[in-house]
């Protein structure tokens, strides 16, 4: 058995065999938390899982990049928005407290830090780096209130993530994943130091993370796709889905010097330790 992590058949991408797709993936004995992005997508992760009894859960939060802050320019997925949203969004804390205390919630995510799009700017980007960390303080927040872990996305903010977390740990037992971890080894020691675990997914097919992996101690992994995004190559261009999180346990338990089997057990372990999945 495998769990995917880090899903999003919450997302336009399924519209069309959203059923079969999971069928497949129930199937094959995998498992799946659909991650929410934005308001709407979380409440369609939320629908989805409650149409099964076991192996599909949810996760809420407001990512990054779709936070309302005037300063960039939103960048437009129609793999993603259910409907189309010309603006970004303002966090509500008691909108997202109702939904993750859905029993299927099984984390706040994905919530982080994105500075890939960023004003041009000093001041503005100033202005834009605050934003995104108030937000994030007030999710982190709402996991302490709920007692749920944290799916974190970064990207080209490992330094300030880091921060907040070490602040954020002094307060209280916050735990998590770091998702599509892409850092360096510096920075995925001082995760592991923190208590983090470091998700994974096709994006090892991409960029060399194979030291990284090696150290990364078998019990802070977990393995994710983050479909439809991020198809391991050997699919070719297909869209991805949760069956084919095969391609990257098979290439972690190579890294690892592991049996499929045992890497499948440990990593399975890993996920319903830290998303309380029975
Ligand atoms: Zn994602």
């Not at 189309?84 to 407290?97: L, T």
């Not at 999710?139 to 209130?145: T, Y």
Request: proline residues 3%; contains cysteine.
């Amino acid at each position: 058995m495998l769990i995917d992590t880090h899903s999003h058949l919450n997302f336009n991408a399924y519209n069309n065999d959203l059923e079969d797709v999971i069928k497949r993936s129930l199937d094959n004995d995998i498992w799946m938390i659909n991650v929410g992005s934005q308001y709407s997508t979380c409440q369609k992760a939320i629908e989805i899982s409650q149409k099964y009894s076991q192996g599909v859960y949810a996760a809420v939060g407001l990512h990054p990049i779709h936070l309302e802050t005037n300063l960039v320019k939103i960048k437009e997925d129609m793999e993603e928005a259910q409907q189309f949203q010309a603006k970004g969004e303002v966090f509500d804390y008691d909108k997202y407290k109702s939904l993750a205390k859905n029993e299927k919630v099984k984390a706040i995510g994905e919530v982080g830090l994105d500075y890939y799009y960023k004003p041009k700017t000093t001041a503005r980007k100033k202005i834009f780096k605050e934003k995104q960390r108030e937000v994030l303080i007030q999710e982190i927040s709402l996991a302490r209130e709920l007692d749920l872990p944290v799916i974190f996305h970064c990207r080209m903010a490992h330094q300030d993530l880091l921060e907040i977390l070490k602040v954020q740990l002094s307060k209280f037992n916050l735990k998590g994943v770091i998702h599509c971890f892409t850092g360096n080894w510096q920075e995925a020691e001082k995760y592991l130091e923190m208590g983090f675990f470091l998700g994974f997914n096709g994006i090892i097919f991409k960029l060399n993370l194979d030291e990284i992996i090696k150290k990364t101690p078998l019990d802070k992994i977990l393995i994710e796709t983050d479909c439809p995004y991020l198809t391991p190559p050997a699919m070719g261009t297909k869209r991805n889905e949760p069956v084919y999180i095969k391609y990257v346990a098979e290439k972690i338990a190579q890294l690892k010097n592991l049996k499929l089997e045992e890497m499948a057990e440990k990593t399975t372990d890993n996920a319903k330790e830290l998303f309380a999945i029975q």
